[in-house]
């Protein structure tokens, strides 16, 4: 039977947002500590799950206490619960991305921040030949699942060094290449959940092992790992 998550994990994160402060979280601390360890075995049959076609090599779950010191915002707590599965292996690229957050749930995957040599390796590959990506863009699941990748996060012009004419211009000026897809409450409360999270994490893997061997080879195609 698959690990579900509980509707206490919503309502105590739904009143956290309401009750920011450490006084309310110190109250509500063994309900905390309760949602933690079900969010904790929800993460690791995703990642048991994951490894049965993929190589993880390690389950990070985001700390609850929020980094202030630089932020307007004071609040000292998300509310939400994210965590990320890292794949293992220089020659695999790309991470997948869970967060649950009452009616902001969603799965994401890709390549959020890439180096700027990874960037700048990455625009080269689409100069040169956008034919693969956009296969693995155009597929039908893949499209449905997610649409593409998120246009927010584009610079307003060609890069340095590229055409803005190019046929290819509308990936190269892309900064990340990531998608998204959202999850109702309702679904993340259901017992096939963790089924739903497979299936969209298992819909990146072409895409992952395209990307990765775009950023572990060379644009003559000769591998850069020793």
């Known amino acids: 039977m698959n690990p579900i998550i509980p509707k206490s994990v919503l309502d105590f994160l739904t009143q956290l947002k309401e009750n920011n402060h450490k006084d309310w979280m110190t109250e509500h601390k063994k309900q905390y500590q309760a949602n933690e360890k079900a969010l904790k075995q929800f993460y690791a049959a995703v990642a048991y799950r994951l490894n049965e076609k993929d190589e993880i090599e390690k389950t990070k779950v985001f700390r609850i206490n929020r980094d202030i010191r630089f932020s307007n915002d004071k609040t000292p707590y998300n509310v939400h619960r994210s965590a990320s599965f890292s794949r293992a292996g220089a020659h695999r690229r790309g991470g997948y991305y869970l967060r649950i957050e009452p009616g902001k749930s969603a799965m994401g995957g890709g390549f959020f921040s890439p180096e700027p040599v990874d960037l700048l390796r990455i625009r080269k590959e ?3 030949d956008d034919e693969y990506i956009r296969k693995i863009l155009e597929d039908k699941e893949f499209k449905k699942a997610f649409g593409g990748f998120n246009q927010e996060y584009q610079v307003k012009t060609a890069p340095k060094g590229f055409s803005k004419d190019h ?8 900064k990340a290449f990531f998608v998204t897809h959202a999850f109702t409450d ?4 259901a017992d096939d959940f963790l089924d739903k999270v497979v299936y969209h994490f298992e819909l990146l ?12 080879t060379d644009l003559n195609g000769e591998s850069l790992l020793v």
């Open 205 to 216: 893997r072409p895409f992952f092992d395209y990307m990765s061997d775009v950023l572990t």
């Open 167 to 174: 046929q290819a211009i509308d990936l190269i000026k892309n």
């Open 126 to 128: 689409f100069d040169i």
């Open 186 to 189: 309702e679904e993340v409360l």
